[in-house]
């Protein structure tokens, strides 16, 4: 497992490798909830009555900061009882020092913070399973490259977060395969976000039945994608 090069830029992370930031140097967690928590519909969804589980899979853990905001919106919204699962899948984990540093910056998620970091210290190459939150939430780490775990994914999606470097510093994840195998995990009613408005994403969804929408970006992104399956 190789760890992410990073530098600190204002407090914030930047990628030395891909050169390119990992969240919105405006405000991270205002686009997280902009981008990724309403591209999704995900307070409607998970304040819905009658919702046991909910599965989503994130491409690029990155921070976490995207799993942090959302399992605070589960804890908070979602009936009792029920239970998220929470894939994210990451090629270059940040070290545990950098993880620390970031989460210092959003105290608001200080005790799901304090839990993720306890199991982090541990984090190995491959699966990483963590029953947080008293077993409510499970977070499943996978230090991998994403289009070697999706093939062995077969976890029902409800919800996509398409998180990733700009395609245009990052290309070899958006690829087609990443999709298809999208496709093979939706149903009809899987939702996507995604910061990119880039036509390689808007088409290559549309090519695999997904209903693409254009909005506004965050930030000082133009545009943002989000959308259904719909085939
Ligand atoms: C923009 S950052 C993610 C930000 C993150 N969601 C956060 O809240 O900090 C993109 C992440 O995708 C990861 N990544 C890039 N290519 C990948 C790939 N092919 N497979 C898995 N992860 C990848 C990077 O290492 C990086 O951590």
């Known amino acids: 497992m190789q760890f992410s090069n990073i530098k600190w830029i204002n407090n914030n992370p930047y990628s030395i490798d891909y050169n390119d930031i990992y969240f919105s140097t405006d405000d991270g967690l205002q686009e997280t909830e902009y981008v990724f928590i309403q591209g999704n519909q995900l307070k409607q969804r998970f304040a819905s009555h009658d919702i046991s589980h909910f599965t989503i899979i994130e491409t690029g853990f990155g921070t976490g900061l995207n799993f942090l905001a959302v399992a605070a919106l589960w804890l908070a919204l979602a009936p009792v009882g029920a239970k998220l699962q929470y894939i994210s899948i990451e090629k270059y984990p940040l070290t545990l020092a950098d993880l620390s540093r970031a989460h210092a910056s959003w105290p608001q ?22 029953n ?75 090519a695999t039945g997904f209903d693409v929408k254009k909005h506004a970006g965050f930030g000082k992104k133009r545009e943002m994608l989000s959308g259904v399956f719909i085939e």
Request: hydrophobic residues 50%; proline residues 4%; glycine residues 6%.
């Open 109 to 130: 998620f200080a005790a799901i913070s304090h839990e993720l970091l306890q199991h982090y210290a541990k984090l190995k190459a491959g699966n990483n399973i963590y």
């Open 132 to 206: 947080m939150a008293a077993g409510l939430i499970q977070l499943t780490l996978q230090a991998d490259d994403i289009l070697d775990a999706i093939p062995q994914i077969s976890q029902i999606v409800d919800a996509w977060i398409l998180d990733g470097f700009a395609p245009a510093k990052n290309p070899d994840m958006w690829r087609p395969a990443l999709f298809e195998h999208m496709a093979r995990l939706s149903h009809t009613n899987t939702t996507f976000a995604t910061f990119t408005s880039a036509g390689v994403v808007r088409r290559g969804l549309q």
